[in-house]
């Protein structure tokens, strides 16, 4: 990484309007050859404070509980973001996972970089501090992507992962191909 990213769990419920932001940029950026338009966010279409609050509730109970890590990554120099919310992560175990997710295994639930940031490092950074948080008694992490994120897959399959079942995934209504990917947690 060129600059000095900090990962740490959000602070604010102003952190967590940053991560919408980056997760809008991510979904327009990522996804804009998958999904049809009205299936993707809306910049202008902010979550109010009570969303962001429950939001920040939600991602700082999963360290609170042991039953996952969700974190920013923050670069203190970004210009024009009063956040400095430059990416985000989060896995899950025990009852918070998805249904795809085996008992004796984690979930990464969301990994997001915004878009201008690709390929700086931070979605390592990221990866790397909600692994390393997964506590020793979970086999495997899985994830769930779509099969058209040629992007996402290539990076995962750097970090170990391999695709293990093809799916569907539902977005507003319609579904959509994906894959599942896992990695070994015991190495």
Not at 83 to 107: I, N
Request: glycine letters at 8%; charged letters at 30%.
């Amino acid at each position: 990484m060129e600059r000095s990213i900090t990962v740490r769990p959000p602070q604010s419920v102003a952190e967590m309007r940053g991560v919408w932001q980056v997760n809008v940029r991510c979904w327009v950026e990522a996804y804009d050859h998958i999904l049809p338009d009205d299936a993707l966010p809306d910049s202008d279409d902010t979550p109010d404070d009570d969303t962001l609050r429950q939001r920040f509730e939600y991602a700082n109970m999963l360290d609170e509980t042991d039953l996952g890590r969700y974190v920013v990554a923050v670069d203190e120099s970004t210009p024009g973001d009063e956040t400095g919310v430059v990416g985000f992560a989060a896995t899950r175990w025990g009852d918070e996972t998805k249904s795809f997710v085996d008992d004796d295994d984690a979930g990464l639930w969301v990994i997001y970089v915004d878009p201008a940031r690709w390929g700086e490092g931070i979605g390592s950074v990221l990866l790397d501090d909600v692994t390393s948080a997964v506590p020793s008694r979970y086999d495997h992490l899985v994830l769930e992507t779509f099969a058209d994120n040629h992007a996402a897959q290539q990076f995962y399959r750097t970090k170990g992962f391999e695709v293990v079942e093809q799916t569907e995934t539902d977005v507003g209504g319609d579904t959509y191909p994906a894959v599942i990917m896992a990695r070994s947690l015991g190495e």
